[in-house]
């Protein structure tokens, strides 16, 4: 399952680096995509505002299959207090901006399972796809706007993850 | 209607005071908890496969003291940090981080007497526009396996 998970951080985050280049953070001294895992970082007390943030939740495991088939849950979610130089007044236009980065990201809804757990990525017998995004609402925590994307991950398990 | 035009010179000497001040309280030394970014741009570092090294850098003088909160069951004790601004500049200045508040978001934590410390939040009290004093509300890390 954990190949399922890297995989699809990995296609999110390659598709940002080319869809927005604009949308980098500097984490831990290093620039990249706008785009993490919560589980593979330090811990913080308050979320970076304007990237996007993906945190796995629920596991389902169907085996009355031919394959093992997994459902893994994921949460993306994302806050924006809007740029200063706008004096946070356009905060509504940039988190419909990441809405819509999104929705681009997570299509195609599939993508091919790697291992990366290699020196060098190799590729897997099976893909990794998802459902379309499930939007929750825009909430305002003081003056920042939040949003939580509850996507699902599925992916047969293959010989080598069982 | 009218604006305070007068011009004040910044000088060092809050920082100076704010420091007296840490170590006549008994100031001590704490340790940023920084990771090293050698291998963080490969993939491998994103999803927690390869851990970076981490590097303990002090900062004193610095006063740590626990938070009178109220108690409750499961709760991680608080604690709060003051630390000398003139260290938290120059150590800033070492790591390339363009602000204080850039230089603690980055880094693990707190190192005190080899335990690990979270921040939670981070103020600082000014004069003249110019941080003389770091104040961090911290956390204890939850134990961890071997």
């Known amino acids: 399952m954990q190949n399922a998970k890297d995989t699809f951080y990995i296609a999110l985050r390659n598709r940002l680096a080319s869809l927005n280049p604009a949308r980098a953070m500097l984490w831990r001294g290093v620039q990249r995509p706008g785009i993490m895992v919560e589980e593979a970082e330090a811990v913080v007390a308050q979320m970076a505002p304007d990237i996007f943030v993906l945190r796995w939740t629920g596991l389902k495991v169907d085996m009355n299959l031919p394959r093992t088939l997994a459902q893994l849950d994921c949460e993306i979610h994302y806050t924006t207090g809007g740029t200063q130089s706008n004096g946070g007044l356009d905060r509504g236009r940039a988190l419909e901006a990441m809405d819509a980065e999104l929705v681009s990201l997570l299509n195609p809804p599939s993508a091919a399972k790697m291992d990366y757990t290699q020196t060098h990525a190799t590729a897997l017998n099976s893909n990794v796809y998802w459902t379309l995004p499930l939007f929750g609402p825009e909430t305002t925590i003081r003056e920042r706007l939040d949003r939580l994307v509850k996507v699902s991950v599925f992916t047969y398990l293959d010989q080598e993850e069982r | ?146």
């Open chain 2, 1 to 146: 209607m009218g604006a305070d035009l007068s011009t004040r010179k910044i000088s060092g000497t809050p920082l100076r005071v704010a420091d007296a001040l840490l170590r006549s309280l008994g100031g001590s030394s704490v340790c940023l908890r920084w990771p090293a970014a050698a291998s963080d741009g490969c993939d491998a570092a994103q999803i927690g496969l390869t851990i970076p090294g981490f590097q303990d850098f002090p900062l004193s003088p610095a006063l740590f003291r626990k938070v009178r909160v109220v108690m409750q069951e499961g709760q991680p004790g608080k604690f709060e940090v003051l630390i000398s601004a003139s260290a938290v500049g120059a150590l800033a200045g070492e790591l390339t981080q363009a602000s204080a508040e850039r230089l603690f978001a980055s880094a693990m934590g707190i190192a005190i007497a080899s335990k690990l410390y979270l921040v939670e939040a981070v103020t600082a009290p000014e004069l003249f526009g110019q941080a003389y004093l770091y104040r961090l509300l911290v956390r204890e890390a939850q134990p961890q396996g071997q």
